[in-house]
């Protein structure tokens, strides 16, 4: 059929059939329809311009400009539906993969992104985000932790303890996610775990992205006097985030819960069995 | 003997802001993630002596560290393995485990011996594949699963559909 969705007892995702890009997440215990859309995007680093000379480095996150390039505007995907699992592995580019996947009795959406080595023989250092796109209203307003515990109310282009002048539009708005960035309207929440720190930010309402590799051409001149560039052909990295779509009223239970879930994750051994008794009795 | 003091020096000089934030020369961000993994070795041997007293049998516990690049030796050779998940918090868990498998059907039993339902699936981009299963642990403790190559039994591995997108 050309409907391209996976789906387990909690959660049903669906992805445009022509572009293999997620397109709509459901919350079936709560009735909640979300169309949110996931690309992976990347930003130009900056080497300096008429502004400022100030180049995107180790140090510092700066674009060249506001708007990311897409990867891809599509991805040439393939299923996988068993009893346990069900996965729609998207291939975006040589260097740009992902597998979104619900396991049976899961509650949220789990991306696993592989990106890297991050091309730059073009002269351009990238910085490479995956990217939430929403309608919620959120007014300017998103949400990040801090080290997994106190959630700070974020605003686009303020600053609650000075009166800022935003000179950079991107960077300006970037926070640091220890563990998770979420945001909401009055009923609806949308929520992305993360398995380790992330840079990120909500740069235009409903939208939410996070930074998951960078590859840098220049130094930024704050004390490495190095590239962030990676020996040889470049560092590929594989990480998860876990989606959740909630009532504003529940989401502290699904995203706490599973964040602790996330970061004490259990811990697997493996023998070949046939051991000897370790008390002599 | 196991010994989580190295770890714990290691995690401490990784307190430095470079460690934390990736703003270090590439050398000295490649000697951070070499004094991690020596610290994590002693680790090791630490678990397994306490997983040894605790499961009432000295083992030749393995652990995969590549399982998110689905390499396991053990796993992807042997007939039959346990699998030891232990979980680190305060309440009861429910947990997919997935490991990198030879080409086989394989049957999967619980502590108590009963046969829990799995999946094989094979891996679009290496035709590797990984075996999945529902693992029920303890709070603050851990649960032994046993996996056996099923003899006879053609691996029904769940192969990735491609779908064919618009030409673009």
């Known amino acids: 059929s050309r409907d391209l969705a996976i789906q387990n007892e909690h959660i049903r995702a669906r992805f445009d059939p022509d572009t293999g890009l997620l397109v709509e997440m459901e919350n079936l215990d709560q009735n909640l329809v979300l169309p949110v859309r996931q690309a992976f995007y990347w930003y130009n680093a900056s080497t300096g311009n008429n502004q400022s000379a100030q180049v995107s480095g180790a140090y510092i996150f700066r674009p060249n400009q506001q708007e990311p390039w897409m990867v891809s505007h599509w991805a040439q995907?393939?299923?996988?539906?068993?009893?346990?699992?069900?996965?729609?592995?998207?291939?975006?580019?040589?260097?740009?993969?992902?597998?979104?996947?619900?396991?049976?009795?899961?509650?949220?959406?789990?991306l696993e992104w592989t990106v890297g080595p991050i091309p730059v023989g073009d002269g351009w250092g990238k910085e490479i985000i995956s990217r939430f796109d929403t309608a919620l209203e959120t007014k300017g307003l998103f949400y990040t932790d801090s080290n997994g515990r106190e959630v700070l109310e974020r605003?686009?282009?303020?600053?609650?303890?000075?009166?800022l002048n935003q000179t950079e539009a991107v960077a300006g708005n970037y926070y640091p996610v220890n563990s998770r960035i979420y945001i909401r309207d009055s009923n609806t929440q949308l929520t992305v775990l993360t398995d380790r720190s992330q840079?990120?930010?909500?740069?235009?309402?409903?939208?939410?992205?996070?930074?998951?590799?960078?590859?840098?051409?220049?130094?930024?001149?704050?004390?490495?006097?190095?590239?962030?560039?990676?020996?040889?052909?470049?560092?590929?990295?594989?990480?998860?985030?876990?989606?959740?779509l909630d009532k504003v009223q529940t989401a502290a239970t699904g995203h706490r819960l599973e964040a602790e879930k996330e970061v004490l994750a259990p811990q697997v051994v493996l023998s070949s069995g046939g051991g000897v008794p370790y008390h002599v009795k | 003997s196991g010994d989580s003091a190295p770890l714990n020096e290691a995690m401490a000089v990784l307190q430095h802001h470079d460690a934390v934030s990736g703003t270090s020369k590439q050398h000295v961000a490649d000697d951070y993630a070499r004094q991690l993994a020596a610290g994590w070795d002693p680790c090791e041997v630490l678990l397994s002596n306490a997983l040894a007293r605790l499961s009432g049998f000295k083992e030749n516990f393995t652990y995969c560290r590549n399982l998110n690049i689905s390499v396991c030796p053990l796993s992807q050779t042997a007939k039959n393995f346990q699998v030891i998940i232990y979980n680190p918090l305060g309440r009861k868990m429910d947990w997919m485990v997935r490991l990198p498998v030879s080409e086989h059907g394989f049957v999967v039993r619980d502590p108590n011996g009963t046969v829990v339902p799995s999946d094989v699936v094979i891996l679009p981009s290496s035709d590797g594949q990984e075996l999945l299963f529902p693992a029920s642990l303890p709070a603050l403790g851990f649960s032994i699963y046993s996996v056996s190559q099923a003899p006879g039994q053609r691996p029904h591995a769940h192969k990735p559909q491609p779908r064919s997108p618009r030409t673009w």
């Not at chain 1, 260097?95 to 979104?100: D, H, K, L, R, Y």
């Not at chain 1, 740069?203 to 962030?228: F, I, Q, T, W």
Request: one cysteine or more.
């Open chain 1, 77 to 110: 995907t393939r299923v996988v539906k068993t009893p346990l699992v069900q996965e729609i592995h998207q291939n975006f580019s040589a260097w740009c993969s992902q597998v979104v996947r619900l396991y049976r009795g899961q509650r949220h959406l789990e």
């Open chain 1, 155 to 163: 605003r686009r282009d303020y600053r609650p303890t000075w009166k």
């Open chain 1, 199 to 244: 840079g990120g930010s909500s740069l235009r309402d409903g939208s939410v992205e996070l930074m998951v590799h960078r590859r840098l051409l220049k130094d930024d001149g704050r004390g490495v006097a190095e590239a962030l560039l990676e020996d040889g052909l470049g560092r590929w990295v594989r990480g998860r985030h876990l989606v959740l």
